[in-house]
T-cell receptor, first 111, second 114 residues
């Protein structure tokens, strides 16, 4: 079983739509969770950390379910500029700094 | 502020040749990571250093790969001899105390081995 699994998509949505991505992870000892964004032919960049109580940053909401080992990202009122690949990231259980990346979910927002 | 710097940005080489990729982390960061990204396997952690010391190299594919960090501002990833299946984008990232584990990535080196 892969350490971090995501639906690769692509998700094609119209501007203004709400879209949700999900991710599961296998290591129950993991303590740190993130969503990174990667634009085509660019490096990954941190979008947001994911906290146990859930957290929101503008149009973006992240949720964590430790019991189910499940992480989600919700994007409201999607913009054309949200088109990118979203990577679910979980730290390796024995190291806070070493990270496992999912293969990413591709989002295309259309006019 | 300068981010993570990688060179070269693109490298095309023939099978069997030695390839050296270079990275300069963000000043003050004490963790440095090397990743490889392919369509098939996604982003894979190859090795990481803390205070210039290799901590976990379990992701290094085989003995043809080696990495060094001679000082806090420079690291290399070497492939010798290179093979076509090594073709990928290689990213370097750095992190440090107070960054809440956020990793800052360089622009990557796109390697093609023919």
């Amino acid at each position: 079983r892969k350490e971090v699994e995501q639906d690769p998509g692509p998700f094609n949505v119209p501007e203004g739509a709400t879209v949700a991505f999900n991710c599961t992870y296998s290591n129950s000892a993991s303590q740190s969770f993130f969503w990174y964004r990667q634009d085509c032919r660019k490096e990954p960049k941190l979008l947001m950390s994911v906290y146990s109580s859930g957290n929101e940053d503008g149009r973006f909401t992240a949720q964590l379910n430790r019991a189910s080992q499940y992480i989600s990202l919700l994007i409201r009122d999607s913009k054309l500029s949200d088109s990118a690949t979203y990577l679910c990231v979980v730290n390796k259980g024995n190291s806070g700094y070493a990270l496992n990346f999912g293969k990413g979910t591709s989002l295309l927002v259309t006019p | 502020d300068a981010g993570v710097i990688q060179s070269p940005r693109h490298e095309v080489t023939e099978m069997g040749q030695e390839v050296t990729l270079r990275c300069k982390p963000i000043s003050g960061h004490d963790y440095l990571f090397w990743y490889r990204q392919t369509m098939m396997r996604g982003l894979e952690l190859l090795i990481y250093f803390n205070n210039n010391v290799p901590i976990d190299d379990s992701g290094m594919p085989e003995d043809r790969f080696s990495a060094k960090m001679p000082n806090a501002s420079f690291s290399t990833l070497k492939i010798q001899p290179s093979e076509p299946r090594d073709s990928a984008v290689y990213f370097c990232a750095s992190s440090g105390a107070g960054t809440s584990y956020e990793q800052y990535f360089g622009p990557g080196t796109r390697l093609t081995v023919t």
